[in-house]
């Protein structure tokens, strides 16, 4: 109340009034109003205004009591909320590889929370620094509502650079190295700057369908060409250039002899006027045997 007293001093002080009275020719006085018609003028105020003033001032004395204490914030959400604009329901759409655990913890929604005082912008930056997360929208819908859109990163391939694999974008970034078992039927390219590249190889394997699922891996030689290795264990060397026409061949090759059944290690198709197939050590083996064998029964048949 003291404040209120000393502005009340201060207007009062001195309600002072110049009157002209006669007192003698050419001389004017200045009366000064008697103290009870002063105090008059306050009695007139309306009847309750003492009461506002104080709970004013009470009112103006906790907000700075609040603030200095760093708790403005906290107070005015908490009247927020309790005025019907607390945050209810939040809409999320968009998220497949993301988990909604994930999307509300960055969120950072607490009991209490106001939707007029949520800093949407602090929650895209804090939804796209999720890695799979490119682009994230987040509105206001009043009353209780915040409606989250995210558009995420597309897997495109599995990156294998050493021994760490990543989940690649088709533009070669990397999304992640939280791989498992959900990305077995990504295509794996190995090698530095197979990440890369990997876009023409898949494109070229698209034009082959029926060897897509046998392909096991990509590997990326020397920055130049491919070599695939397919589910069997069998290599195939590609050309550097030419690659669709040759994938093309040893379909027709494979159709007509049944080639990529056979017990053999690898396909070279890296010279244009011919292929070379590699056994395996041990057809080469029985291979080798094979004519001793033939030796021993003609010898036999001689004897008798």
Do not use: C
């Not at 078992?181 to 898949?202: F, H, T």
């Not at 590699?278 to 045997?289: F, G, I, M, P, Y």
């Amino acid at each position: 109340m003291l404040s209120l007293r000393r502005k009340a001093k201060e207007e009062t002080a001195f309600p002072l009034e110049a009157e002209l009275a006669p007192r003698g020719r050419g001389v004017a006085r200045l009366h000064q109003r008697p103290l009870w018609r002063q105090a008059g003028r306050l009695a007139e105020l309306p009847r309750g205004t003492g009461s506002v003033a104080a709970v004013a001032f009470l009112a103006a004395t906790i907000t700075y009591g609040v603030i200095l204490g760093g708790y403005g914030r906290m107070v005015s959400e908490s009247l927020i909320s309790a005025a019907g604009f607390g945050i209810e329901t939040v809409k999320l759409s968009g998220q497949r590889e993301t988990s909604d655990y994930q999307i509300l913890s960055a969120l950072g929604i607490e009991e209490g929370t106001s939707l007029s005082l949520f800093d949407v912008d602090g929650a895209r930056e804090r939804l796209t620094s999720i890695a799979w997360i490119k682009n994230a929208s987040v509105m206001k819908l009043y009353p209780n509502t915040l409606k989250v859109t995210v558009e995420e990163r597309i897997p495109f391939a599995l990156w294998q650079d050493g021994d760490v694999v990543s989940i690649i974008n088709e533009q070669g970034d990397i999304i992640t190295r939280e791989v498992d078992g959900r990305y077995a039927n990504l295509l794996l390219v190995v090698n530095d700057g197979a990440e890369k590249r990997a876009g023409e190889i898949i494109s070229a394997l698209e034009d082959v369908p029926s060897l897509r699922p046998r392909v096991r891996a990509a590997f990326l030689v020397s920055h130049r060409r491919w070599d695939l290795m397919l589910e069997n264990g069998i290599t195939v060397r590609l050309p550097e250039s030419g690659m669709s026409a040759a994938l093309a061949e040893l379909l027709r090759m494979d159709a007509d002899n049944a080639l990529l059944t056979r017990d053999i290690a690898a396909v070279d198709m890296r010279l244009p006027d011919r292929i070379v197939v590699r056994l395996t050590d041990e057809a080469v083996k029985r291979r080798d045997e094979a004519p001793k064998g033939r030796d021993k029964v003609a010898k036999r048949g001689a004897n008798t």
